[in-house]
């Protein structure tokens, strides 16, 4: 990044030095089969990994302190705090810089769409949280009257801001808020000179089509991109547009990364859930919203997921190619999946603080 811009007020990207990262530890049961006990090895295989590049704040409820503090590698801080679930990179803070200060803005979060097309309710825990860890790190935090989430924009940490407008215009999100209105306030709140709007994200997603699993930056002016080039795909046309969208507005070098052979729910995976009235059925035979660009950045390295498939060996050839600064590492990342979303999404940069 051009030195001349590291001081001035903007949104930090992902791909610069983090202090640390918040990862969160689950408990549901309607979301993680098997009394969450899969999801739960899987963030500990997760975070030890992390905790290898940097500190890991792991948030965890107090009565899961007894049976974590035996089992967590050096390098993971536990934090007890409240949360309804384990999405850290869309009820956790954004990060932006504003008068040579750190600070965090605290969006409004309501699962997704609602009582009536959100995954589950209540949410009211993980619509403070973001609040809440922002005063653990001794954060000054930004009220922004929007419901957004992280994981439904990237930014290229200099004035330009990627997102859908299936996620923030839907009428579950912000209803009656105008194009025009929600840009400015995302200019003004991210300190954005552009916003550059694919019209949506990947089809099926329980999001609305987060940013996420479409795309991500990989440094200014350089973006991977999902791809297919099967016809049949309902990705197929939807990412042809984003990458006409993405040429017309932002200069930049385009890496296509094929989606994975397409994932579906287990009947012996959905038999481990939970069904009940507040949170939306996952059965048996459901698309999982698999993707390989929802990846995480670390200090030197990045985390890649892979899904067995026929795809994972070449996907990782492409990202040693493009990432060939950082260490590459890659974790079999079906279960996060089996909750809707992937390693991008359970996990949240904490920039380098000071």
């Given at each position: 990044m051009a030195g001349s811009r590291v001081m001035e007020d903007r949104c930090i990207a992902e791909f610069e030095e983090h202090h640390g990262t918040i990862a969160m530890y689950p408990f549901r049961t309607d979301i993680w089969r098997n009394n969450a006990e899969h999801m739960r090895n899987y963030i500990l295989e997760l975070v030890s990994v992390i905790a290898k590049y940097e500190v890991v704040y792991l948030v965890c409820?107090?009565?899961?302190?007894?049976?974590?503090?035996?089992?967590?590698?050096?390098?993971?801080?536990?934090?007890?705090?409240?949360?309804?679930?384990?999405?850290?990179?869309?009820?956790?803070?954004?990060?932006?810089?504003?008068?040579?200060?750190?600070?965090?803005?605290?969006?409004?979060?309501?699962?997704?769409g609602g009582v009536k097309e959100g995954s589950y309710h209540p949410w009211d825990k993980d619509n403070a949280f973001a609040t809440e860890i922002a005063s653990y790190l001794g954060l000054e935090v930004k009220d922004v009257k929007l419901v957004f989430e992280g994981g439904a924009?990237?930014?290229?940490?200099?004035?330009?801001?990627?997102?859908?407008?299936?996620?923030?215009?839907?009428?579950?999100?912000?209803?009656f808020k105008s194009l025009q209105y929600v840009d400015e306030l995302l200019k003004e709140s991210l300190f954005a000179e552009r916003i550059v709007w694919l019209k949506q994200g990947l089809a099926f997603d329980?999001?609305?089509?987060?940013?996420?699993?479409?795309?991500?930056?990989?440094?200014?002016?350089?973006?991977?991109?999902?791809w297919?080039?099967?016809?049949?795909?309902?990705?197929?046309k939807r990412l042809r547009r984003a990458e006409q969208q993405i040429n017309e507005n932002y200069e930049c070098i385009i890496h296509k990364i094929p989606l994975p052979t397409a994932q579906y729910m287990a009947a012996s995976e959905a038999s481990g859930l939970t069904q009940n009235d507040n949170a939306i059925d996952r059965e048996s035979g459901d698309l999982l919203p698999a993707s390989y660009l929802n990846y995480y950045y670390v200090n030197g390295g990045v985390i890649i997921p892979v899904f067995?498939?026929?795809?994972?060996?070449?996907?990782?050839?492409?990202?040693?190619?493009?990432?060939?600064?950082?260490?590459?590492?890659?974790?079999?990342?079906?279960?996060?999946?089996?909750?809707?979303?992937?390693?991008?999404?359970?996990?949240?940069?904490?920039?380098?603080?000071g």
């Amino acid at each position: 990044m051009a030195g001349s811009r590291v001081m001035e007020d903007r949104c930090i990207a992902e791909f610069e030095e983090h202090h640390g990262t918040i990862a969160m530890y689950p408990f549901r049961t309607d979301i993680w089969r098997n009394n969450a006990e899969h999801m739960r090895n899987y963030i500990l295989e997760l975070v030890s990994v992390i905790a290898k590049y940097e500190v890991v704040y792991l948030v965890c409820r107090d009565c899961d302190l007894q049976e974590l503090r035996p089992v967590v590698p050096e390098g993971v801080v536990l934090v007890p705090m409240e949360y309804d679930d384990i999405w850290a990179r869309d009820i956790g803070p954004t990060f932006i810089r504003e008068a040579g200060k750190i600070k965090c803005i605290n969006w409004k979060f309501n699962s997704w769409g609602g009582v009536k097309e959100g995954s589950y309710h209540p949410w009211d825990k993980d619509n403070a949280f973001a609040t809440e860890i922002a005063s653990y790190l001794g954060l000054e935090v930004k009220d922004v009257k929007l419901v957004f989430e992280g994981g439904a924009f990237l930014t290229d940490g200099e004035g330009t801001v990627f997102t859908t407008r299936s996620v923030i215009l839907n009428r579950n999100r912000n209803p009656f808020k105008s194009l025009q209105y929600v840009d400015e306030l995302l200019k003004e709140s991210l300190f954005a000179e552009r916003i550059v709007w694919l019209k949506q994200g990947l089809a099926f997603d329980e999001t609305n089509g987060h940013i996420d699993n479409v795309m991500s930056i990989v440094r200014p002016h350089e973006i991977c991109l999902a791809w297919t080039d099967d016809k049949t795909d309902p990705n197929y046309k939807r990412l042809r547009r984003a990458e006409q969208q993405i040429n017309e507005n932002y200069e930049c070098i385009i890496h296509k990364i094929p989606l994975p052979t397409a994932q579906y729910m287990a009947a012996s995976e959905a038999s481990g859930l939970t069904q009940n009235d507040n949170a939306i059925d996952r059965e048996s035979g459901d698309l999982l919203p698999a993707s390989y660009l929802n990846y995480y950045y670390v200090n030197g390295g990045v985390i890649i997921p892979v899904f067995g498939c026929p795809e994972d060996d070449m996907v990782m050839e492409l990202y040693k190619n493009i990432f060939s600064d950082r260490q590459i590492e890659s974790i079999y990342s079906r279960e996060p999946l089996l909750g809707g979303g992937g390693i991008h999404c359970i996990l949240h940069e904490i920039p380098k603080l000071g």
